[in-house]
T-cell receptor, first 115, second 110 residues
Framework: EAGVTQSPTHLIKTRGQQATLRCSPISGHTSVYWYQQALGLGLQFLLWYDEGEERNRGNFPPRFSGRQFPNYSSELNVNALELEDSALYLC??????????????FGPGTRLTVL | RKEVEQDPGPFNVPEGATVAFNCTYS??????FFWYRQDCRKEPKLLMSVYSSGNEDGRFTAQLNRASQYISLLIRDSKLSDSATYLCVVPNSGYSTLTFGKGTMLLVSP
């Protein structure tokens, strides 16, 4: 069974540009979660999508946005990039709700560097 | 109290040692907990789930103390391959999202 996939592996942008990151969940999973892991910091929750809807959002500015497609894959868009957006962006997928225990399975991540 | 707080690292131990990590959480409504392992520049991977008072899997034992809102992870007979960062993870109410601790780094040396 294929795991969570993310693309691209690495992305280099300059300040003010936009970045688009993509994620495909495990087959059968309907939830996609996005996290940011900046150097020296823990994983910070960004967004949660389930069945095409945004279910929850972390404490990030509106220039972080995303969407989930009918096939449950997801995109994370970051507009007006700032230097501090440089981080590893991790996508995780989860089984359909309701679920007793919220185990999440992570993809390999996209490393975004903003110059 | 921070949402999820872990022992600061790194923990440097020799092979064969027993090491324990602690984690405290603030959400008293949380019912299940997780330990994830993250290797350098890799994604986190689920190591253990803790649903009741504890869980054991080979050399790894996780214990939960609900009264003190405290979770621990014990690793016996440490191997070089155990070197990684261990993340304590607590679901938010309704299991909608997870809150991750900053992690504790373990370095096992020969």
């Amino acid at each position: 069974e294929a795991g969570v996939t993310q693309s691209p592996t690495h992305l280099i942008k300059t300040r003010g540009q936009q970045a688009t990151l993509r994620c495909s969940p495990i087959s059968g999973h309907t939830s996609v979660y996005w996290y940011q892991q900046a150097l020296g910091l823990g994983l910070q929750f960004l967004l949660w999508y389930d069945e095409g809807e945004e279910r929850n959002r972390g404490n990030f500015p509106p220039r972080f946005s995303g969407r989930q497609f009918p096939n449950y894959s997801s995109e994370l868009n970051v507009n007006a990039l700032e230097l501090e957006d440089s981080a590893l962006y991790l996508c995780a997928s989860g089984a359909p709700l309701p679920q007793d225990y919220n185990e999440q399975f992570f993809g390999p991540g996209t490393r975004l560097t903003v110059l | 109290r921070k949402e999820v707080e872990q022992d600061p690292g790194p923990f440097n131990v020799p092979e064969g040692a027993t090491v324990a990590f602690n984690c405290t959480y603030s959400n008293s409504a949380s019912q299940s907990f997780f330990w994830y392992r993250q290797d350098c520049r890799k994604e986190p991977k689920l190591l253990m789930s803790v649903y009741s008072s504890g869980n054991e899997d080979g050399r790894f034992t996780a214990q939960l103390n609900r009264a003190s809102q405290y979770i621990s992870l014990l690793i016996r007979d440490s191997k070089l391959s155990d070197s990684a960062t261990y993340l304590c993870v607590v679901p938010n109410s309704g299991y909608s999202t997870l809150t991750f601790g900053k992690g504790t780094m373990l370095l096992v040396s020969p």
